[in-house]
């Protein structure tokens, strides 16, 4: 990502391009392949609350849904976004990873839970809660990640 960039980069204008420092693109690379991980953890959430919701009801599959997601994205930013940084075994990374992350899960579940139970469209659709609170979340759990768990 951060190679693709720096060739649209090159294209750039001159003022573009000042204002586009190396370490800025940097970032805005991570964050792009922050925000695919993302959609796969969207994926993996919403497959989860679905897949769940009849035996454990819309919070309960969640909740549920939460940890899967959250898990598979730290396993794949781990991976990808941010391969070669960060440091120690790797499940402690993972509880950093969710620890660190509290602030935006508190974001992204505490939307999903007013929306299912205050929309109708939502608790008939729960993927519309899922994507509200994904958003209201990703913003904050990529700047902890960058800072707390993957540095």
Avoid: K
């Avoid at 964050?31 to 454990?56: E, H, I, N």
């Amino acid at each position: 990502m951060h190679t693709f960039l720096l060739r649209i980069f090159r294209h750039l204008p001159a003022p573009a391009r000042r204002a586009l420092p190396p370490e800025r693109l940097r970032v805005l690379a991570q964050f792009l392949q922050f925000s695919v991980v993302g959609t796969v953890g969207f994926l993996l959430d919403t497959a989860t609350v679905y897949g769940t919701r009849g035996v454990l009801g819309l919070y309960g599959a969640g909740a549920l849904a939460y940890g899967v997601a959250a898990s598979g994205n730290w396993l794949f930013n781990r991976l990808w976004t941010f391969r070669g940084q960060g440091s120690g075994p790797a499940h402690r990374q993972w509880a950093r990873f969710l620890l660190a992350n509290l602030p935006g899960i508190l974001l992204n579940r505490g939307t999903y839970a007013i929306l299912v139970t205050i929309s109708p469209l939502c608790a008939r659709q729960p993927v519309f809660a899922v994507a509200a609170g994904s958003l209201a979340g990703m913003f904050i759990n990529f700047s902890l990640s960058r800072r707390m768990v993957f540095r």
